[in-house]
């Protein structure tokens, strides 16, 4: 049995990488793994994950008392074995909200190194436009030294039977986590 955490960044419910998150947890725990799943996206105003600072000489924003990502989502991610980052694409790269999770990793970088890696992005490009995406993935994975378990990258995902293919691999990298 592994322990999961899935981050996602999509504030789109229901979305196109909320259905690959679904369908990969869906396949890890009937494998009998643990997930753990923190829908940044979801979270709405009322827990932003940085806050505006006014009486803070030369800081721009800081991190609110009760956060969860520091209260609840790092000590998971310290505990975990493997790590599932799930976007859609933006602009090419990954979305705001699941980024800013990402950039909140910087104090634990060192306890964090050495854990297995899924990928799981949906883009209405196709696999030239996610170039950059994978790129960003990929020195991630490698700086943070996470090996891939496995990653899908989901082109044209407005194609209805396309993205259910994608989403059945999605499940199966999930079902093979053991």
């Not at 679904?22 to 979270?43: C, K, M, P, T, V």
Request: overall charge negative; charged content about 25%.
């Amino acid at each position: 049995m592994a322990k999961i955490v899935i981050l996602t960044g999509s504030p789109h419910n229901p979305g196109t990488s909320k259905q690959l998150a679904d369908a990969f947890e869906r396949g890890a725990r009937e494998s009998g793994n643990e997930i753990y799943r923190y829908d940044a996206g979801l979270q709405g105003s009322d827990a932003p994950h940085y806050l505006q600072l006014e009486k803070a000489p030369g800081m721009e924003v800081g991190i609110p008392d009760n956060d969860i990502v520091e209260k609840e989502v790092i000590p998971k991610l310290l505990d975990a074995d493997i790590v599932v980052l799930v976007s859609s694409m933006y602009y090419f790269g990954i979305n705001a909200q699941l980024k800013t999770v990402i950039d909140r990793f910087y104090d634990y970088n060192h306890e964090l190194k050495d854990k297995k890696s899924v990928i799981l992005i949906s883009g209405y490009g196709s696999q030239e436009d996610m170039s950059a995406i994978k790129m960003h993935m990929k020195l991630l994975q490698d700086y943070m030294r996470w090996p891939s378990v496995g990653e899908v990258y989901a082109d044209d995902s407005w194609n209805q039977t396309k993205l259910q293919k994608h989403v059945q691999e999605a499940y199966e990298i999930g079902k093979s986590i053991k």
